[in-house]
């Protein structure tokens, strides 16, 4: 039978999601687990990729068992999880389920802050450059007239296309000196979020023009757009999936605090 587990981390500590040779890896820290919970070697497969030291608040992975599994395994598995790691529920799925590729879109936020903030500081960029938010948002709106987004991806990564359907970029204002970069896909590129801020961000200290943005889109060069921001004030947060995909509804399975 197959499983969707959604989870969240903290990536401060990992390289990235997916397993590598001689690196730390949330996927390798979850597959141990599930090996010794099942005591059998057991796969998992992610819902897409992150790279080092990016968080996610929203992920899912699906694995298949042999046995039938019950609300304990989450519980089970979060006894014995590092800290930075957290599963929020097992949810049984149809064989033909697959965390990556069912999903529809994918949400990313980038944080922001223009004032020294001991308390922000480790899951957000501290910019203190005066920022134009409101051509950094003329900027980003022009992101939805195009598709093809090569200037914005990882050099020599090893895609088959560099098109996405973008549904969403924006900045928003949390509060007085505090923003966040929201942006929504059906798929995104490696590295392709912290180069759009980057760029943008340049956009907003007048480094670059809206007219110089929309070139380097068009010119897909990844020379031409700015750099990539860093890692640690990114966060994965939303997975969507129609509500068809899954085979049972998600509260059936959900584990509560009082679970807990």
């Given at each position: 039978m197959r499983y969707a587990l959604q989870l969240s981390f903290n990536g401060t500590n990992y390289h990235g999601w997916q397993k590598q040779l001689n690196a730390h890896t949330v996927q390798a820290e979850l597959e141990k687990a599930l090996t010794i919970l099942l005591r059998l070697p057991v796969e998992t497969s992610g819902c897409g990729r992150t790279d080092t030291g990016v968080h996610a608040a929203e992920f899912y992975v699906h694995f298949d068992s042999d046995v039938e599994l019950t609300n304990e395994l989450v519980y089970r598995l979060n006894k014995i999880l590092p800290p930075d790691?957290?599963?929020q529920q097992l949810i049984p799925v149809s064989n033909f389920f697959h965390a990556r590729f069912d999903a529809d879109y994918r949400e990313y936020f980038?944080?922001?802050h223009q004032q020294k903030n001991v308390f922000v500081h480790l899951t957000?960029?501290?910019q203190?450059?005066?920022?134009?938010f409101d051509l950094m948002n003329q900027a980003a709106a022009m992101l939805m007239d195009y598709s093809d987004f090569k200037c914005f991806s990882k050099v020599n990564t090893q895609v088959f296309t560099f098109l996405c359907t973008l549904y969403k970029a924006r900045w928003e204002q949390l509060q007085k000196?505090?923003?966040?970069f929201k942006i929504r896909a059906n798929r995104f590129l490696r590295n392709m979020v912290r180069a759009v801020v980057g760029t943008l961000i340049e956009v907003g200290k007048g480094e670059m023009t809206i007219a110089q943005f929309k070139k380097v889109i068009e010119g897909g060069n990844r020379s031409e757009a700015g750099l990539s921001v860093p890692a640690h004030a990114l966060f994965l947060q939303e997975v969507h999936y129609p509500p068809e995909v899954f085979e049972l509804h998600r509260s059936s399975f959900k584990v509560t605090n009082e679970d807990e």
């Open positions: 790691i957290a599963i980038y944080y922001l957000s960029w501290y203190s450059t005066e920022l134009d000196g505090r923003w966040v």
